[in-house]
């Protein structure tokens, strides 16, 4: 079955270490994003790519960075620069076009705690 | 620009009671409008879309009618199930493959 997967589900990180969140998709989609999610703040934007070796910053993009090298991974790292990074991170893609066909469908997530 | 606001929560409902989540929009252009759910600790389904005014989604006894002249899209349910608890979000996607997504409303519906 197609999908996304992201990994780990959970992830613990000591303060000052960088790590880096799998999302690999499987449904041949041209876009994939990163949301970050907070209790009571809904999902606010990371990063976001529309074709491989090219991506946009989206509203929260300090102390992150990505990487698009294929069309099927989206990996986000998120580094000592970010200053609260406890949180939910929720990976996504779509299809580009026509935004009558446009859905976003969504990994199940990794939860990173700071220790 | 664009954005979403819609219902703050958490709701609380009887199992068989009506359900309704609001949520108005502000876009540039002539956007697509959907409903996610998102049970715990996992990420977010479609529930239901519509492309254009007047259309009307539906899923699962839930259905959602676009309204231009109100820039509405009303969650709404006949008879919530045990097994509708969860957060409801609603979205809309405009010029550009750009989301926009609303804080999510918290719906608890007790036996």
């Known amino acids: 079955d197609g999908g996304i997967t992201q990994s780990p589900k959970y992830l613990f990180r000591k303060e000052g270490q960088n790590v880096t969140l799998s999302c690999e998709q499987n449904l041949n989609h041209d876009a994939m994003y990163w949301y970050r999610q907070d209790p009571g703040q809904g999902l606010r934007l990371i990063y976001y790519s529309q074709i491989v070796n090219d991506f946009q910053k989206g509203d929260i993009a300090e102390g992150y960075s990505v990487s698009r090298e294929k069309k099927e991974s989206f990996p986000l790292t998120v580094t000592s620069a970010q200053k609260n990074p406890t949180a939910f991170y929720l990976c996504?893609?779509?299809?580009?076009?026509?935004?009558?066909?446009?859905?976003?469908?969504f990994g199940a997530g990794s939860r990173l705690t700071v220790l | 620009g664009n954005s979403v606001t819609q219902m703050e929560g958490p709701v609380t409902l009887s199992e068989e009671a009506f359900l309704t989540i609001n949520c108005t929009y502000t876009a540039t252009g002539y956007p697509s409008l959907f409903w996610y759910v998102q049970y715990p600790g996992e990420g977010l389904q479609l529930l239901l879309k519509?492309?254009?005014?007047?259309d009307k989604g539906s899923n699962k006894g839930f259905e959602a009618t676009y309204r231009k002249e109100t820039t509405s899209f009303h969650l709404e349910k006949g008879s919530v199930q045990v097994s509708d608890s969860a957060v409801y979000f609603c979205a809309l996607s405009g010029t550009g493959n750009q989301f926009y997504f609303g804080t999510g409303t918290s719906l608890t519906v007790i036996p």
């Open positions: 996504a893609s779509s299809i580009t076009g026509s935004s009558g066909a446009n859905v976003l469908t």
């Open positions: 519509a492309t254009k005014a007047d």
